[in-house]
């Protein structure tokens, strides 16, 4: 995986996706209105909405977009109840796929996904079948030009569960609950970070080639184009040069 993250690797191109910045910021927004909602407007006591406004940033989304998302949350504006639901299914060479959806309509939302998937070839899975094979960690990644030694020694004091290297990049694994306090001691320090999110990380990756990789990926394209789907998830490795081959 030199030259780019691992993890943007595993949880698709993330750099096609974000060019689509119309689709990419309205389904930031959605999330930014569901995690005030549940937990209040005010980042400060709540992780999700923290996540959520990382996640605007990151994207370069208009500070004026976070703020009407938020107050739609807070209930200005906004009479859409969504419900929080992910959906499994396998996909080609048997990787197991997440699908996470934010939506008001779980009929709808069942039928695009199943849609998508159905039609090459592919198959829905019964609830608990493919999620048991992933786990909620933070993953925060540096170059390995910030310095293994100082990133390790802030990571692993902060409370990161795992630092590894691979070839150009430092990645630093931890639970959910210690992710923010991990990712500040390392802004404080200096580190300069290149990838960080909460994710869904597989427990082993499948390794897809060819005519199964270009099938996986234009799965997963339909899928993360659909309105309702904020997120796909899945235990996929492909190759670089299959990807820029795509």
């Not at 996540?51 to 107050?71: E, F, H, Q, Y």
């Not at 390790?152 to 992710?179: K, N, Q, R």
């Not at 001691?185 to 990789?213: W, Y």
């Not at 996986?216 to 339909?222: A, C, F, K, M, R």
Request: aromatic content about 4%.
């Amino acid at each position: 995986m030199a030259g780019h993250s691992k993890w943007a690797n595993i949880q698709h191109r993330k750099g096609a996706q974000d060019a689509k910045k119309g689709k990419v910021f309205t389904k930031i927004a959605k999330e930014l209105t569901v995690a005030a909602k549940l937990g209040g407007g005010d980042p400060s006591g709540n992780s999700r909405l923290r996540l959520a406004m990382d996640k605007a940033r990151a994207a370069n989304m208009p500070r004026d977009n976070v703020d009407r998302a938020i107050k739609k949350g807070t209930g200005e504006g906004n009479d859409a109840i969504y419900e929080d639901i992910t959906y499994e299914a396998y996909g080609p060479g048997g990787v197991g796929l997440l699908v996470r959806v934010l939506t008001d309509n779980r009929n709808r939302s069942i039928t695009d996904v199943r849609t998508v998937i159905t039609k090459r070839g592919c198959a829905m899975a019964e609830a608990g079948s493919v999620s048991w094979q992933f786990d909620m960690k933070g993953i925060i990644e540096a170059p390995l030009s910030a310095g293994e030694d100082e990133v390790m020694m802030i990571a692993l004091d902060a409370g990161a569960e795992d630092v590894a290297v691979d070839e150009d990049i430092i990645t630093i694994i931890t639970a959910p609950t210690d992710y923010e306090k991990v990712k500040k001691a390392l802004e404080d320090g200096n580190i300069a970070i290149s990838f960080a999110e909460v994710t869904m990380k597989p427990q082993n990756t499948i390794k897809l080639e060819s005519a199964d990789a270009k099938k996986l990926i234009t799965i997963v394209d339909l899928l993360e184009d659909l309105d309702d789907v904020q997120e796909v998830f899945g235990n996929y490795e492909i190759d670089d040069a299959d990807l820029e081959g795509m």
